[in-house]
């Protein structure tokens, strides 16, 4: 059964400490997301990748977050360093994009991530 | 800029009561609208994708409809089984991949 995995599943850090999510995304995918959930913004888009390469990270704080594909099957994402307002699930999607029309798009779990 | 909103943000149901949930968008030229439910403590799970205005595609006691503007899921005769917060989203034609999301509705189905 295929699907996204994302690690960690839940985080507790201190405010100025790095943290660094992972995703495997599904094999064969080629296009990878970082989506960010808050109560007060739903679902924010941070960053995606096609083929590996970063095609828009316009929603992301460039001053403290990186994301990165170092492989096809895995994609990181890092906050360096983290504040409370970085508070959040942070969920990693793939999909299939072919063309014109999109595919669907497959979302992991998600990382909980809490700054104190 | 897209615009996706969603309403109601909240909707209660006995089970089978059936009922509509909206999904109102601005884009300059729609690529694809889609479909998310999400259940708490999990990622969205993707449901539908309608292209253009008159399409419509059922899953169960669902039925996604498409016009120029809005978007509707119809839940017939629901189950508590179906309680779950659905999302919209859309996609622009000239946005490549990128999804934007509305705020989503909470559908919570009483036995």
């Known amino acids: 059964d295929a699907r996204v995995t994302q690690t960690p599943r839940h985080k507790v850090t201190e405010m100025g400490q790095e943290v660094t999510m992972r995703c495997q995304p599904i094999l064969g995918h080629n296009t990878v997301f970082w989506y960010r959930q808050t109560m007060m913004q739903g679902l924010e888009l941070l960053a995606y990748?096609?083929?590996?390469?970063?095609?828009?990270d316009s929603g992301m704080p460039k001053d403290r977050f990186s994301a990165e594909m170092p492989d096809a099957t895995l994609a990181t994402l890092k906050i360096q360093p983290s504040e409370p307002r970085d508070s959040a699930v942070y969920f990693c999607?793939?999909?299939?994009?072919?063309?014109?029309?999109?595919?669907?798009?497959?979302f992991g779990e998600g990382s909980r991530l809490t700054v104190l | 800029e897209d615009q996706v909103t969603q309403s109601p943000e909240a909707l209660r149901l006995q089970e089978g009561e059936s009922s509509s949930l909206n999904c109102s968008y601005t884009v300059s030229g729609l690529r694809g609208l889609f479909w998310y439910r999400q259940d708490p403590g999990k990622g969205p799970e993707f449901l539908f994708t309608?292209?253009?205005a008159g399409e419509e595609k059922e899953k169960e006691r669902l039925k996604a409809t498409l016009t120029k503007k809005e978007s509707f899921l119809h839940i017939t005769a629901p189950k508590p089984e179906d309680s779950a917060t659905y999302l919209c989203a859309v996609q622009e034609e000239t946005s490549g991949s990128r999804l934007t999301f509305g705020e989503g509705t909470q559908l919570t189905v009483n036995p």
């Open positions: 309608l292209y253009s």
């Open positions: 999607a793939s999909g299939l994009t072919l063309g014109r029309f999109p595919g669907e798009l497959f």
């Open positions: 990748f096609r083929n590996r390469a970063p095609l828009d």
